[in-house]
């Protein structure tokens, strides 16, 4: 986040000091939310264009709402097309929306790297919101924000936390974002999936604060955090897994399996839920279910994000 | 375009250079006219009439041969035309460069190809018209081979894509058989590699980007060297790419298939990790891989296992490469700076590349290096000779037979799988002097200014290059003078 110019494109940017930097103002933000006018005047004046080039409803409202709420104007910009209609090639659309007065580009591609892409092409800062498999950093920067709401925990340091992610790792970004961003602040993380549902190279066991089961019951027995990913049937290689109903069975979050974690421990998802598959309807109902959490942190954390890259004089 | 080169009366004098020979690199003059080399002498004396290039501490070698070019004619002559990519073959040394076949139309009939040989006849470097194996490079059904080999095409290729039915292949490589022409695969199954745009392995599991993974090349070489031993036809595998390869041709060619193996410069050179800055300039089909795919590579090209340096120079407009990842065009320059890379990888041992250095420029001479290559072919005593099989990567390799191992991949050995005879031949008098003069002391880095592609998709344009190519002859006429482009 030191670099103002780019913006928040990978994970690996951000240090551990800066996400509970980011984590501070965040909880201020939502401190806001609850004021009568939940609306604070600090970057009137200036235009946030949010561009994406694959459909998404929830990521790109709560990054308009938390722009809004920081009294910014925002430009939207979305394509129903898909990246292999010929037209306007990405670069010209960007600087397009450059020249338009726009001072923070949100960019949602389907493809890896697009984001970091444009940020070679303008000079405005990039927000990554989420780049085809690759990452999707505001959101694992609002769940480690989610996680420090529910813990007891020191200057939100992670350690002695247990998160097991759950499901398709290798065609998820929210997955790749996230072992980083929990692991950096001192988490263990156990990736709970098939060879099929994980890269070809072993990338993640490479991070010593990251382990791999297919044994789902095991797993949650000593986790705090159980983070479920949504199956992503338009993402998933043919043949990823034989069925949905094997799927359920193998890596679903049931009754039975809740009844097997911690009393303390809690369920997350990044949404839209598949019920019925990655968990199960009555499961998604329950008290320790935060997905209603995540989506109101992910204003007050975009907000932080927004501010953070918008306001110079701000320092982390 | 050739009003102002000098008539083939005009005599070339080249003065103090070492040429490359069949007997290891002598120090001798070389006069050209008529089209020919007329001599090779230790001394020649100037005539009146004749032009004299100073070529002290440069080596003659023959022209450069290129069995893997994409001139893009016809149908996209704003990437590159037959002439466009001529001035950049000349620049790098070229005399002569095969045009592939993925066109638009595709070159697959007679009509396109007496077309592109018309429009390539007056151009000074000898373009070869290569034609694809498939009908539409579909994969379907044969193109006319026997109609277009007597046409004169040598090569036949579905190149950007590989014959993805074995029993089609099959077919191909009979029918071929006896028609003198070499068919060239792109080897890459294309069921292992859907959406794919990137080497599968760490880098592609890190940026979540689909993977085309070596297997996929590895695959389909297993069977067409399988088809081959079947057909007992020749065939010429193009631009591989991983270690695992260059075992299964190696034990091809134990076995005595007919076959024969080609790297380019950038397999040689740069590694996948360079995708990680995202800039499309280094997708290409095959894809860069691993930095040990890269040392297995340069190992099979100094052991002879791979007998051809070729570029699959691809030209793409800024268009076509400004965009995401997963739908950019596959491919980059390489004409204008194959010698230079080579030279870097092979002789000089460079580091394979792995990240984009945005800091400080890369620097891929060794100054040192290059000084006692130059001691070493200038020096009194003749080089031994270095004959096929025998292991240039024995511990004692020279740098000079290394150098030779250079040359040949990149002249002798393609001007032989084309059946060229007047291209690709040691200097001596009588043959057709098609030459270029290299100056392996001398370093240049290609800038954009002197990209001659109507594209500028090279991935080494801010590296510190060793070795220049001054000058190139073809037939004796100065195409290439002091590293300017003359038609």
């Known amino acids: 986040m030191t670099n103002v110019k780019t913006g928040l494109l990978d994970m690996s940017d951000i240090s551990a000091v800066e996400i509970r930097s980011l984590i501070k103002l965040a909880s201020f933000f939502s401190e806001v939310a609850k004021r009568p006018i939940p609306k604070v005047p600090v970057l009137t004046g200036k235009q946030v264009v949010t561009a994406f080039f694959e459909p998404s409803t929830r990521t790109r409202l709560s990054f308009e709402v938390a722009a809004r709420k920081l009294s910014a104007d925002v430009v939207t910009f979305t394509t129903a097309t898909s990246s292999l209609t010929k037209g306007e090639s990405i670069k010209d659309t960007a600087l397009t929306l450059r020249e338009l007065g726009g001072n923070l580009l949100i960019v949602r591609h389907n493809c890896a790297g697009v984001p970091h892409q444009i940020a070679s092409w303008v000079d405005i800062p990039v927000i990554n919101a989420g780049d085809g498999r690759h990452q999707h950093p505001s959101q694992a920067l609002l769940d480690c924000y989610t996680i420090s709401q529910n813990f007891t925990l020191t200057e939100n340091d992670f350690t002695g936390l247990e998160v097991v992610i759950v499901g398709d790792i290798t065609n998820s970004r929210v997955a790749r974002s996230c072992v980083e961003a929990f692991t950096t602040l001192g988490a263990r993380v156990t990736l709970v999936a098939g060879p099929t549902l994980l890269p070809a190279a072993p990338v993640f066991s490479a ?11 095991g797993a949650l027995a000593t986790a705090d955090v159980v983070y479920l990913l949504r199956v992503q049937l338009e993402r998933m290689d043919k043949n990823a897994f034989p069925t949905v109903r094997e799927y359920r069975t193998r890596f679903g979050v049931d009754r039975r399996r809740s009844a097997l974690m911690k009393k303390s421990a809690v369920i997350m998802h990044p949404g839209p839920i598949n019920r019925g598959v990655e968990i199960a309807s009555d499961v998604a109902e329950q008290q320790n279910v935060l997905i209603g959490d995540q989506v109101k942190n992910g204003i007050a954390m975009r907000m932080a994000i927004i501010y953070n890259l918008l306001t110079s004089k701000y320092e982390l | 375009m050739l009003s ?25 003059d070389v006069l050209l006219s008529e089209g020919k080399i007329q001599a090779v002498e230790k001394q020649i004396e100037a005539d009146l009439d004749c032009e004299v290039f100073d070529i002290s501490g440069c080596v003659v070698s023959p022209g450069f041969v290129d069995l893997h070019t994409h001139l893009r004619q016809p149908g996209d002559e704003i990437s590159e035309t037959l002439y466009s990519g001529s001035q950049a073959a000349a620049f790098g040394g070229y005399t002569s460069v095969t045009a592939m076949a993925n066109t638009d139309p595709v070159t697959d009939d007679p009509a396109t190809v007496l077309q592109l040989q018309a429009m390539a006849a007056p151009i000074p470097i000898k373009i070869n018209i290569a034609a694809s194996i498939t009908k539409g490079r579909k994969g379907e059904t044969l193109s006319p081979l026997a109609e277009l080999a007597a046409l004169g095409v040598k090569l036949f290729s579905d190149d950007g894509i590989g014959v993805q039915d074995g029993q089609l292949m099959r077919q191909a490589l009979l029918y071929a058989r006896n028609l003198n022409v070499i068919l060239a695969q792109h080897s890459e199954d294309e069921l292992y590699c859907e959406q794919g745009c990137v080497n599968e392995g760490e880098v592609s599991a890190r940026l979540g980007l689909k993977g085309r993974p070596a297997m996929a090349e590895e695959i389909m070489l297993q069977r067409d060297l399988t088809l081959v031993r079947e057909t007992s036809s020749r065939m010429h595998f193009m631009h591989l790419s991983s270690a695992n390869s260059i075992s299964l041709l190696k034990a091809a060619k134990a076995a005595g298939l007919p076959v024969t193996g080609e790297v380019t410069p950038h397999h040689i050179s740069l590694t996948e990790s360079l995708i990680e800055s ?18 297995a590579l340069r190992e099979a090209f100094c052991d002879d296992v791979i007998d051809v340096l070729a570029t699959d120079h691809a030209p793409h407009g ?11 065009s596959p491919g980059m320059l390489g004409l204008q700076t194959a010698f230079s890379v080579a030279y870097a ?23 040192s290096l290059q000084k006692s290559l130059l001691r070493e072919i200038s020096g009194s005593k003749e080089q031994k000779k270095i004959g096929p099989g025998e292991s240039l990567q024995s511990a004692k390799a020279s740098l000079s037979s290394l150098l030779t191992g250079i040359i040949n991949k990149m002249s002798v050995v393609p001007a032989k799988i084309l059946g060229l005879s007047d291209h690709g031949q040691y200097i001596k008098a009588g043959v057709a002097a098609n030459l270029c003069v290299i100056d392996l002391g001398g370093n240049w880095e290609l800038t954009k200014e002197k990209i001659l592609s109507n594209s500028s998709n090279s991935p080494f344009t ?14 004796a006429i100065p195409v290439l003078v002091d590293t300017e482009v003359r038609f």
């Open chain 2, 462 to 475: 801010n590296i510190k290059l060793p070795g220049v190519i001054r000058h190139t002859f073809a037939y």
């Open chain 2, 318 to 328: 800024e268009e076509r490469k400004e965009q995401p990842m997963d739908i950019a």
């Open chain 2, 278 to 295: 995202f800039d499309t300039v280094y997708k290409v089909h095959p894809p860069l891989r691993t930095a040990q795919d890269v040392y």
């Open chain 1, 207 to 217: 991070n010593d604060r990251v382990s791999i089961t297919e044994d789902l019951d």
């Open chain 2, 4 to 28: 102002n080169m000098q008539t083939i009366e005009h005599k070339i004098l080249l003065k103090g250079g070492s040429v490359f020979t069949e007997t290891g690199f002598l120090k001798r």
């Open chain 2, 345 to 367: 990888s092979i002789c000089l041992a460079t580091e394979p590349l792995r990240s984009k250095d945005s800091v400080g420029k890369v620097d891929w001479t060794n100054q």
